[in-house]
């Protein structure tokens, strides 16, 4: 019988932690099954892993002879047979009924590919340390939040065992991607955040230890290895996917305070290459600048042009009104209006229709933004505060329609 969920594990020699991690795991009652793959270990761990699938057919045990860490995740999720899926390591937890909260999210919200929560952390003998404040994106519960993947590409907040995602949209490839190295949990979130709404739940559902033997402990900060992974995802997104992402003026902010906080922890004092890696930073906005400018330069008067507007604040209606003063029905532009989940969209169209947003204006569940949006190769959003950061001849034209109407948007 196939189970709901899948969770799937490599481990390599860990055996004083990989027992309690199972046990944890294995929670009477969860349709699961776990995955454990043996990655090349000379400590015991098979013989461990065949003494629990003995004892609970639950534990699906797999073994390599040698060591290939670059391709265990891949092959863990190519052998995953539940609806969902949930990445783990050998040496976290999961806390008690952590797993069924996000299935049961997962369940009543089918549209959501993906939820993920805050995370606690231990120390090596398992000891609690609190909460991960890194993990912390919002202070509630939420799903399909329109801001999100602009909080996510500023900044990688998922720990990878908290998140739980639906198998059938897993970016399976990016797991393979040698162009971000042995990370690739944070451009996997992105992918399914650019994809379909995402949830999150404000309470820890799994526990992180911290240990000298870590990844992020043995190449991440002495190394620049966090850096380099921060650039690589940007400069992907940015300037290699189509369309290409265009940060919003919140998303710049947070991509900055991120980059200089990892240019300290990495370079402690040295100011100058803190400011070389912030030069870095605005040279790849220019980069993306000058592509756009480019294309523009080519196509300016067919060149399509999406506007991104949440409704969260209090002014969307006078951007609305601006964009309708701003554009023709000729023109190859789109105004997506994105709904807060508590919203009808019915009544919501109405509300449009009343601010006289003139041509294509468009009400947008969250599962219906990437299909809409396929057609245009620069999308830009738009706020009461992004006038003087718009771009191109259109995004001019509406900041200039948004300028004229004053204190309405």
């Known amino acids: 019988m196939t189970p709901r969920l899948s969770v799937v594990m490599p481990t390599f020699n860990r055996t004083r932690w990989l027992g309690e991690a199972m046990d944890r795991i294995l929670e009477p009652g969860l349709d699961l099954e776990l995955v454990v793959l ?21 534990v699906r045990p797999v073994r390599w002879e040698s060591n290939n860490p670059a391709e265990a995740y891949p092959a863990l999720l190519e052998m995953a047979r539940g609806e969902y899926v949930n990445l783990f390591a050998d040496d976290d937890w999961p806390l008690p009924g952590g797993l069924a909260r996000k299935m049961a999210l997962l369940d009543a919200h ?14 090596e003998r398992g000891e609690d340390l609190g909460e991960a404040d890194w ?10 939040r329109s801001d999100l993947f602009d909080l996510l590409f500023a900044r990688n907040y998922v720990p990878m065992p908290a ?6 949209l897993a970016p399976a490839a990016i797991l393979r991607d040698p162009f971000f190295g042995p990370s690739h949990d944070w451009p996997f979130w992105l992918d399914l955040a650019r994809r379909a709404p ?3 739940l404000r309470e820890p559902t799994v526990s992180l230890r911290l240990h000298g033997s870590q990844v992020s402990s043995v190449i991440g900060f002495g190394q620049g290895f966090f850096l380099e992974v921060n650039f690589n ?4 997104w940015m300037l290699e996917t189509s369309p290409p992402f265009v940060p919003s003026s919140g998303a710049w902010k947070g991509m900055c305070l991120n980059l200089a906080g990892l240019l300290r922890a990495t370079h402690g004092q040295d100011l100058e290459k803190v400011q070389a890696g912030l030069r870095r930073l605005y040279a790849l906005r220019d980069e993306q600048e000058a592509m756009l400018a480019g294309r523009r330069d080519e196509e300016e008067a067919g060149f399509p042009e999406a506007f991104l507007l949440g409704t969260r604040r209090e002014d969307w209606r006078g951007i609305v009104t601006a964009y309708g003063n701003a554009f023709t029905p000729e023109d190859p532009v789109l105004l997506a209006i994105l709904p807060e989940p508590q919203e009808d969209p019915e009544a919501l169209a109405g509300a449009v229709r009343a601010a006289d947003g003139g041509p294509a204006v468009r009400v947008l569940g969250a599962d219906q933004v990437l299909g809409a ?3 245009f190769p620069h999308i830009q959003w738009v706020d009461a505060d992004s006038g003087s950061t718009l771009q191109g001849a259109k995004g001019r034209r509406l900041a200039e329609a948004m300028r004229q109407l004053g204190g309405q948007a």
């Open 38 to 58: 043996d990655n090349g270990s000379s400590d015991g761990t098979w013989a461990c892993l065949q003494r629990r699938a003995a004892e609970d057919p639950r």
């Open 198 to 200: 995402i949830a999150f």
């Open 233 to 236: 995802v940007w400069r992907r």
């Open 373 to 375: 949006l396929r057609a």
């Open 110 to 123: 089918p549209e959501t590919a993906m939820v993920f929560s805050t995370a606690r952390c231990m120390n």
């Open 135 to 144: 993990t912390r994106i919002a202070d509630e519960d939420f799903t399909g």
């Open 163 to 168: 998140a739980l995602f639906r198998r059938a």
